[in-house]
Every structure is written in structure tokens, then in C-alpha cells.
């Protein structure tokens, strides 16, 4: 079964950058376009960014666009996302998953049921 392990998250203040990692087995990872998604206190777990199995294509979630970046490495099975400029509200719990393109601009799902311990970013001064 596919599994993920996220790791990367630290507490920071703002406008600091984290990079997160997501080691990715159990399916093919160079098949399949990833996404990261994060979950915040209360709050349902939403999309971040995703990338092309191939690297070349990405999204990004508004409040994404212009301060993360989304990149994997085929070779390792891994998944990354770079977080810069860091806001209080970007604190939450960040997981990393497959996903399944739907018709819609951002309309993307995650592809496996399971999903891995998260990693946890906290952003406060």
C-alpha cells in the first residue's frame, strides 16, 4: 500500500522558510501527480500545491502562489515543498498524497485513502 513520510516542519516565526520532505513507497511515484495538503486546528484539510509526475507542470492554492514552491525528485521517491515568507496562518499539521485531477481550476483530490503522520509547521513570534 502507498505510504508517505513527511518530515520538515519546525516552529518558526514569521517570515521565516521551512522545506519539507515527503518519502513516498508502496506505488509508482514517478506515475503519479502529488499534491501537499494541510490540515489546521479545526479546520478540514485543504490543498497547497501540486506538480506533474514529470516535474514540469504545477498548481498552487492562492494563498501559496508566490511564497511555496512544489518539486519532487523521481529518483528518490520524494517529494518537497518549499515555504518561504511563513505567516501565522499557515500553521497546521502538512501531508503530502497523490492526487487525481478533476475537471476545474485547482480540482484535485487526494488519490489514496491513507495517509501519513503529517509534519507539524507552527509560525509564531
Known amino acids: 500500500e502507498a505510504q508517505f513520510v513527511e518530515s520538515g516542519g519546525g516552529l518558526v516565526q514569521p517570515g521565516d522558510s521551512l522545506k519539507l520532505s515527503c518519502v513516498c513507497s508502496?506505488?509508482?511515484?514517478?506515475?503519479?501527480?502529488m499534491g501537499w495538503f494541510r490540515q489546521a486546528p479545526g479546520k478540514e484539510r485543504e490543498l497547497v500545491a501540486v506538480?506533474?509526475?514529470?516535474?514540469?507542470?504545477?498548481n498552487y492554492t492562492d494563498f501559496a502562489k508566490g511564497r511555496f514552491t512544489i518539486s519532487r525528485d523521481n529518483a528518490k521517491n520524494t517529494l518537497y515543498l518549499q515555504m518561504n515568507s511563513l505567516k501565522s496562518e499557515d500553521t497546521a499539521v502538512y501531508y503530502c498524497n497523490a492526487v487525481d485531477k478533476g475537471v476545474g481550476t485547482m480540482a484535485f483530490s487526494s488519490r489514496f485513502a491513507n495517509w501519513g503522520q503529517g509534519t507539524q509547521v507552527t509560525v509564531s513570534s
Open positions: 506538480i506533474r509526475s514529470t516535474g514540469t507542470e504545477t
Open positions: 508502496g506505488f509508482a511515484f514517478n506515475l503519479y501527480r
